[in-house]
T-cell receptor, first 114, second 110 residues
Framework: AQSVTQLGSHVSVSEGALVLLRCNYS??????LFWYVQYPNQGLQLLLK??????LVKGINGFEAEFKKSETSFHLTKPSAHMSDAAEYFCAVSDRRTGNQFYFGTGTSLTVIP | EPEVTQTPSHQVTQMGQEVILRCVPI?????FYWYRQILGQKVEFLVS????????KSEIFDDQFSVERPDGSNFTLKIRSTKLEDSAMYFCASSDRETFFGQGTRLTVV
């Protein structure tokens, strides 16, 4: 069974500071890992994903995440926060079976302070 | 870029009424899903659908819920007798090798 833990339901950073959103997963099989962003009253937008290959994946809006199997982690980072990054961020995992469901974390609300 | 389309974007219904949420998945996808997000909570899996039948469902997906692919293009979620606690954002998704989510329907039960 898969599960996702996002440490920190609320994270605040200053504009221009490093963003680090934590995600740890539990999976009985090699997982696919995802980060989604949700702006207020909007849907889920895929930021980035890890399936196979390079463990450091780059996504949209300057975000990246690194899959660390030994730590069962997939933390999301961005070197310099922008005001427009304020949103809810969800980490998700699925196993590699075609058609399998996603398991989402509880989300982290990112606030960017000017 | 292909996209999953959901209608309506917002629906208000009275408690006890039936509601149908509609989704048009990406045309060559074979797997379809509904997820729910209660305000302020995480996104939760409801049901997956493949080959015209339910392939998996969660504990949330009880007898008041049903899904259908009535015409080969639409994928619907029906809630027979809505309760206040059904108020949530409902996301449709479809997948082939990759999963795409729709923008969601916000259901408000009053």
């Amino acid at each position: 069974a898969q599960s996702v833990t996002q440490l920190g339901s609320h994270v605040s950073v200053s504009e221009g500071a490093l963003v680090l959103l934590r995600c740890n997963y539990s999976s009985s099989v090699p997982p696919y890992l995802f980060w989604y962003v949700q702006y207020p009253n909007q849907g889920l937008q895929l930021l980035l994903k890890y399936t196979t290959g390079a463990t450091l994946v780059k996504g949209i809006n300057g975000f990246e995440a690194e899959f660390k199997k030994s730590e069962t982690s997939f933390h999301l980072t961005k070197p310099s926060a922008h005001m427009s990054d304020a949103a809810e961020y969800f980490c998700a995992v699925s196993d590699r079976r075609t058609g399998n469901q996603f398991y989402f974390g509880t989300g982290t609300s990112l606030t960017v302070i000017p | 870029e292909p996209e999953v389309t959901q209608t309506p974007s917002h629906q208000v219904t009275q408690m006890g009424q039936e509601v149908i949420l509609r989704c048009v998945p990406i045309s060559n996808h074979l797997y379809f899903y509904w997820y729910r997000q209660i305000l302020g909570q995480k996104v939760e899996f409801l049901v997956s659908f493949y080959n015209n039948e339910i392939s998996e469902k969660s504990e949330i997906f009880d007898d008041q819920f049903s899904v259908e692919r009535p015409d080969g293009s639409n994928f619907t979620l029906k809630i027979r007798s809505t309760k206040l606690e059904d108020s949530a954002m409902y996301f449709c998704a479809s997948s082939d090798r990759e999963t795409f989510f729709g923008q969601g329907t916000r259901l408000t039960v009053v």
